[in-house]
């Protein structure tokens, strides 16, 4: 089960691939073999495409961006033996990207973006430290780039444990009812 942020998904995913591809390759035992092989044929089945958001995400961590995206999809599609279009998947997390930029600037105080602009988001330079926290970061940077803050702070708050997704989605029928189906226009900010 994978728990991790969610800009570290897929990096977590190579991690496991790989490991799985070590243990097929470095055990005599054929029995372990057939075992782990069939491992990676299921976690293909799982994860033999990202949702998006996984790559948002990665695109919004500042060690990680649009090339680092792009490189990391790369070495996993390798590590599967699969031919992947990884310039199609990354362009369009990019187009969500811009559209999410779109509908998050409509939301944010007019006056406030226009006096703090940003351009070339996907191409942000942050510098690196050891100790880096990608939510510090990016609450440092948030007079800058104003949207992409809200963005990222609405991503990485998404849960990445399957439990706690499907625990979500579960919750409808006690969330919603007859007397709770209207949210007031403040409970968003």
């Known amino acids: 089960m994978l728990i991790s942020p969610i800009h570290m998904v897929i990096l ?13 390759t470095g055990n005599p035992n054929a029995a372990v073999k057939i075992i782990v092989d069939s491992m990676k044929v299921k ?3 799982y994860f033999d495409e990202f949702p998006h958001i996984y790559g948002i ?20 599609y390798e590590l599967l033996g699969i031919n992947y279009d990884i310039a199609y998947y990354v362009n369009k997390c990019k187009t969500i990207l811009d ?4 509908l998050y600037r409509a939301v944010i105080q007019p006056e406030f973006i226009h006096h703090h602009h940003q351009h070339h988001h996907h191409h942000h330079q942050f510098e690196t430290e050891n100790d880096f926290h990608i939510i510090q970061r990016w609450k440092n940077h948030s007079s800058k780039f104003p949207v ?18 499907k625990s979500a989605f579960s919750a409808d029928r006690r969330v919603l009812d007859k007397k709770r189906y209207r949210l007031a226009p403040k409970a968003f900010k």
Request: proline share 5%.
């Open 12 to 24: 977590e995913c190579i991690k496991i691939i790989h490991s799985i591809n070590q243990t097929s």
């Open 43 to 45: 976690w293909y089945s």
């Open 57 to 76: 995400a990665a695109i919004l961590d500042p060690g990680v961006k649009v090339d680092g995206l792009a490189n990391l999809l790369t070495f996993y």
């Open 99 to 102: 559209r999410l930029c779109e």
């Open 148 to 165: 992409l803050v809200r963005i990222a702070k609405d991503i990485f708050a998404i849960p990445t444990s399957p439990n706690a997704s």
